[in-house]
């Protein structure tokens, strides 16, 4: 039987949904300025002020600038590794760390978590992250970017939380079949966490990629190894130094909103696979401390 709504319930419901669409809106419309801008003729969009909801004529040189740099192509190549070979080592490394906190029978749990958690409030600083890095013998070496952010603090408590959340009853079968600690994890755990599993995979991906100070401070001689933030970032000071010293440079506005196409683009295209566990993983590592 179909509920007849009231004059009030449909109202009410058509200003939710203008209200949704508004602010959906003034999320989407900065990107969509920015893909415009990028397509936009350069001389037009230098002169340019207020809104665009279209492209100001039609040019690619922009993008054309910043792609023919042999730069930007082996920073793309720098980051790809960075992000796969760092975001597995994070999520390997995590999810140890996660299983042995979340142990019901680990007597050490507390003061561990304890000491895990004031890293999040105290560091030691930029000074001696440097020089700890470079007597390790990291300085200008890929693992530089690796390796010291190789366990995220909050990442880590998120996921303790979410296999701690896991049913006992569930473990106790499995020990109760002859399951060892790996078995449970790889068998039990981790397949009843992938919405968690998901979440963190995105928070360690989208770190590596938009990384650009630690290769700043770490890679001081290999300009080889920089990722592509740090390259186009360069690209943007270059643009900046010249329009200074030349007073005018048109095509430098196109290179500015081509270059944060190109550095936004390939990450934004990881979202819409993750976007179903987003919400569900990271409820499912914070309801239960």
Not at 220 to 239: A, G, K, M, T, Y
Request: aromatic share 12%; with cysteine; proline share 4%.
């Amino acid at each position: 039987m179909k509920i007849k709504r009231t004059k009030g319930e449909v109202v009410f419901d058509a200003a939710v949904y203008v209200i949704i669409a508004l602010i959906s809106l003034a999320c989407l419309y900065p990107m969509l300025y920015v893909l415009f801008a990028s397509l936009s003729d350069p001389v037009e969009i230098m002169f340019h002020s207020g809104g665009l909801l279209w492209p100001l004529g039609f040019s690619l040189e922009g993008y054309k600038a910043v792609i023919e740099k042999p730069d930007v192509w082996s920073g793309y190549g720098n980051t790809l590794f960075y992000v796969i070979v760092g975001t597995v080592l994070n999520m390997v490394m995590t999810t140890i760390g996660a299983y042995a906190l979340s142990r019901r029978e680990f007597m050490l749990k507390k003061p561990l978590t304890m000491m895990i958690v004031f890293t999040m409030y105290f560091t030691g600083g930029t000074i001696p992250n440097f020089l700890l890095i470079r007597n390790l013998g990291l300085l200008d070496t890929r693992w530089a970017l690796i390796f010291p952010v190789a366990i995220g603090t909050w990442n880590l408590l998120v996921m303790r939380t979410a296999f701690a959340s896991v049913p006992a009853a569930l473990e106790e079968a499995a020990l109760i079949d002859g399951a060892n600690d790996l078995q449970i994890l790889t068998r039990v755990i981790l397949p009843v966490s992938k919405a968690t599993l998901a979440v963190i995979f995105l928070f360690y991906a989208v770190g590596h990629w938009n990384s650009w100070f630690n290769a700043l401070m770490y890679l001081p001689r290999s300009r080889d190894l920089f990722p592509l933030q740090l390259i186009l970032r360069e690209v943007l000071i270059s643009n900046a130094e010249v329009a200074a010293g030349d007073g005018v440079d048109f095509l430098g506005e196109s290179i500015k909103y081509a270059t944060i196409i190109v550095s936004t683009v390939p990450i934004l295209c990881i979202y819409p696979f993750v976007q179903k566990y987003f919400v569900k993983g990271v409820m499912m590592g914070s309801v239960k401390g």
